[in-house]
């Protein structure tokens, strides 16, 4: 091969057809899972390399800051508190270690359980039809339409206490509407394409032409769909933890926002009480928006661009 | 003195497998008031130079070269608001989908209104509706239409208000991009006369885009046709038509199937081989099948019943709406007719168990329309033919299973090799309606219904897959039903016609008595309105629309069958 070495603007003009040909090399896809991975990394490592002890009430001193800064009181931060600690003398960086991945959990168990019912629910809207159909669309249409923060609150109180896993099923409970009727309106169209047809014709069982046929075109609208409702079932649950509902043992991001509006912190200049959880908070919705851009491009070719 | 005059174009697609030359170095001139005709098949470029013409290119193309000139401005030089001005007023461009491009809220007058005002300061509101009226009058529109809204106008009114848009502002050329491909043969006759009328009525040039070498023939003064992005042959029509010197041309030429005219078929084999349908049985019955769909009545009560002992291909032709699809999915169990019933071997198909289900779907299978939509995306193609052949019981193993797809697939012409374990994406039309082809080979079912087989298909390999359908029957006995559009193919291909209007069988009998002689005024019409690659013969007798519109309103109160002889093993009662 004698071919002229290439340049820097071929390199990346093939690169750019490489991304083309497959979307699920596009940046925002990897740096939105890089942000994801990256908070999932923090509650390993964080297990793996700190003391967790230091998350109990009293365990450190009051009102650190982190290092580098002064409290009110004139005292810096030391390593022993890198990111500082609470009112009650919790350590930040070990709240976050564990109220991170606890809140992430909350959103990925509650949309599983949401799209799993979805999925059920919309194939069988879709395929079955008639009776059947009407009932699982006028129970979806009125569902959307209640305000799932307001049932929450009354269910919260009433539960008291709860678990994380007690949390995601309730919150479960308003996120399978959407995917339902996203995958019915699909189905519906899909169910009268050629191959779908063709299948028929080949003597398919039902259940084949569902799942073997029509399920795997279906995977990036389910994919996007299943980080749309992580996205609402993570503002839900920090949305019930802020207003001091929710687990009351464990930690959450949301729950240490709540400590820290309850405690005063704001008035305190106790920023790194409420901005680090609040931080990590963006940290998840942008990787969590990137992830649901780049799989946008994967299901719709047409926002792709060369 | 030339009008347009398009010079050295190139227009390139950047993919990423390289650079697509959509284009390459076209050179052509349409004169004022001339009609010069486009024609080729889907991708030699025929659209794109079109487009390019009002800098309307797709992304990510662009033109790599060249100018086109259109009355003495250069139209690749125009800035993005110059080429808005131009639009419409120097150019304009009739789409291939009216009933797409119409905006479904508004009326039609206003929407006729909506490029006025976007190119001429201030014009009263009685100017305005002056010129639609006058414009709407002028493609044959009664001026109530200039109220309605699209969807109360018929597909060819929709059509005509489209070129009415077209030529509100008296254009310099009028690109008509397959201004008739969604209409009936009926109605695209009057609004291809319509289109003539008008574009000599103010005098411009017109570029029609098409593939059919008979409409070309009866449209256009000039033929341009162009294969890959290249032009290879232009001239007048009369002489590429006559003395084609292309043999691209030829090709095009002699591929469109013509009632009497030489058969594209081989001849048939002199023992016919073995039907494989139960003697004394019938194969396929209708027994007093009508199909409603809600206030509409889709088919009338029909029976026929259809035996398998000689294999034979039975015709269902008609234009869209006469209910012949509806009969397709009837026949294949997809629907459940109103009253009566479909039986397949004696047993009604709506009422069959698992096991008989089972059996008429091996038995009985089809080929559709749409060939870019038979294949799921997800898959190879090999699934749609390795899937039936296993769940039908066929496969004995792997290696079986692999023969007998590169045996169906050398049967109708495809090499295996290049075309198994592909997927549907990498394969053209054509190559996968002839995998559809043989997927029904290689389940040797009794019957085939072929529901519009090569209507999507290119002109130029319509008659290839023809073929192939036709040695289902003659090679391997099975029983075709072909549902089509298409007068000239089925009479070719049938042994039996059946005539659909409005989901009555208007004449039935052997196609050279049917469509060679036809006896019924629908028929007639139908076989007059198909425009013939023959510049000599007339467009069918001048009928105007509204003649032709009262002779089908008569048609429609006129139920009886006209019967033109039967032939054995079939019989329509």
């Excluded at chain 1, 290092?67 to 500082?84: C, D, H, K, V, W």
């Excluded at chain 1, 949401?114 to 079955?128: C, D, E, H, K, P």
């Excluded at chain 2, 993005?80 to 009739?94: N, P, T």
């Excluded at chain 2, 008609?318 to 007719?337: A, C, E, R, V």
Aim: proline share 6%; charged share 20%.
């Amino acid at each position: 091969m004698t071919d002229a070495p290439l340049t820097r603007d071929d390199k990346r003009a093939a690169k750019r057809a490489a991304r083309f040909e497959n979307p699920w090399r596009s940046p925002k896809l990897a740096w939105g899972a890089g942000l994801l991975l990256s908070v999932v990394a923090l509650g390993i490592l964080g297990r793996l390399f700190w003391d967790l002890e230091a998350v109990f009430t009293g365990a450190n001193m009051l009102k650190i800051p982190p290092i580098g800064f002064e409290n009110l009181r004139g005292q810096s931060g030391t390593f022993a508190n890198p990111l500082g600690t609470d009112g009650a003398g919790r350590d930040m960086l070990a709240l976050l270690i564990i109220g991170a991945p606890n809140t992430l959990f909350v959103g990925l168990m509650a949309s599983l359980i949401g799209m799993s019912v979805g999925i059920v629910l919309g194939f069988t809207a879709g395929f079955v039809g008639g009776r059947t159909d009407d009932t699982i669309r006028v129970l979806s249409d009125v569902m959307i339409t209640i305000p799932p923060l307001l049932i929450l609150v009354v269910v919260q109180s009433v539960f008291g206490d709860v678990s994380l896993t007690l949390m995601a099923l309730l919150i479960a409970g308003f996120v399978w509407q959407s995917p339902t009727r996203l995958i019915r309106a699909q189905v519906l169209s899909m169910r009268e394409a050629g191959y779908v047809q063709m299948a028929r014709l080949s003597g398919a069982s039902t259940p084949h032409i569902m799942f073997k046929e029509m399920l795997p075109n279906l995977v990036p609208y389910l994919f996007g769909s299943f980080i749309a409702s992580v996205t609402t079932s993570i503002v839900t649950a920090v949305g019930l933890e802020v207003l001091g509902l929710g687990p009351q043992r464990v930690p959450t991001l949301g729950r240490i926002i709540y400590e820290a509006i309850n405690a005063g912190a704001l008035i305190q200049n106790l920023w790194w009480w409420w901005g680090l959880p609040t931080l990590l908070l963006a940290v998840m919705f942008i990787g969590l928006l990137l992830v649901n851009l780049g799989l946008d491009e994967v299901s719709n070719p047409r926002l792709r661009k060369l | 003195m030339s009008h347009l005059t398009i010079s050295d174009l190139s227009i390139d697609f950047p993919t990423s497998k390289g650079v697509v030359h959509a284009v390459v170095r076209l050179n052509l001139a349409v004169a004022k008031g001339r009609r010069v005709g486009f024609i080729g098949e889907s991708g030699s470029g025929k659209t794109t130079t079109a487009l390019a013409i009002m800098q309307m290119l797709t992304e990510p193309g662009r033109v790599a070269g060249g100018q086109i000139i259109l009355g003495g401005t250069d139209m690749l030089a125009l800035s993005e608001a110059e080429m808005r001005q131009a639009r419409l007023s120097k150019v304009s461009y009739i789409p291939q989908g009216a009933m797409n491009s119409l905006n479904p809220i508004m009326r039609i007058e206003d929407q006729l209104w909506d490029g006025i005002v976007a190119h001429e300061p201030a014009t009263s509101q009685t100017d305005l509706k002056a010129r639609s009226d006058h414009t709407l009058a002028s493609v044959g529109l009664p001026p109530h239409v200039a109220r309605l809204y699209p969807h109360e106008l018929s597909g060819g009114m929709k059509q005509r208000v489209c070129i009415a848009m077209g030529v509100t502002l008296s254009p310099d050329l009028i690109i008509a991009d397959e201004p008739t491909s969604a209409l009936d043969v009926v109605t695209q006759r009057h609004v291809m006369q319509t289109l003539k009328d008008v574009q000599a009525q103010i005098g411009a040039g017109l570029i029609l885009i098409g593939h059919d070498m008979g409409l070309m023939a009866q449209s256009v003064d000039e033929l341009a046709v162009l294969r890959h992005g290249k032009l290879v042959e232009h001239g007048d029509v009369r002489q590429i038509i006559e003395a084609p010197k292309h043999p691209y041309t030829k090709d095009l030429i002699s591929s469109v199937p013509l009632v009497g005219g030489d058969s594209f078929l081989d001849d048939a084999p002199a023992e016919p081989p073995k039907g494989r349908g139960t003697p004394g049985v019938a194969l396929l019955q209708f027994d007093g099948v009508s199909k409603v769909y809600g206030a509409n009545t889709a088919l009338h009560p029909l029976s026929f019943a259809l035996e398998g002992d000689v294999p034979k291909i039975v015709s269902i032709v008609g234009q869209s709406g006469s209910g012949k699809s509806t009969m397709g999915s009837l026949m294949l169990g997809f629907n459940d007719p109103s009253t009566g019933k479909v039986l397949y071997e004696g047993q009604d198909v709506s009422r069959m168990t698992g096991a008989q289900a089972l059996d008429f779907r091996k038995n009985v299978q089809a080929v559709f329309q749409d060939p870019y939509a038979c294949f799921n995306p997800f898959y190879r193609v090999d699934h749609a033919l390795k899937f039936p052949f296993k769940r039908f019981g066929y496969a004995t193993s792997d290696a079986q299973v692999q023969t007998a797809m590169e045996d169906a697939c050398d049967a109708v012409g495809l090499d295996p090799s290049l075309i198994l374990r592909r997927y549907p994406h990498q394969l053209s039309g054509g190559q996968r309606q002839r995998l559809i082809v043989a997927r029904a080979l290689m389940l040797q079912p009794k019957l085939l219904i072929a529901d519009e087989p090569v209507s999507m298909v290119d002109a130029s390999l319509r008659a290839t897959i023809l073929k192939n359908i036709h040695d289902l029957k003659d090679k391997h006995g099975i029983s075709i039903l072909y549902i089509t559009h298409d007068l000239a193919t089925a009479y070719h291909v049938s042994d039996y016609v059946m005539v659909l209007y409005r989901g009555r069988v208007v004449e039935a009998g052997p196609p050279k008595d049917v469509i060679g002689a036809p006896q019924h005024d629908y028929t007639r019409l139908l076989i007059d309105s198909i425009p013939w690659p023959d510049v000599d013969r007339g467009w069918g007798t001048p009928t105007t629309e509204e003649e032709d519109a009262a002779r089908l309103a008569r048609m429609a109160q006129d139920h009886a069958t006209v019967r033109r002889g039967d032939i054995p093993g079939f019989t329509l009662s």
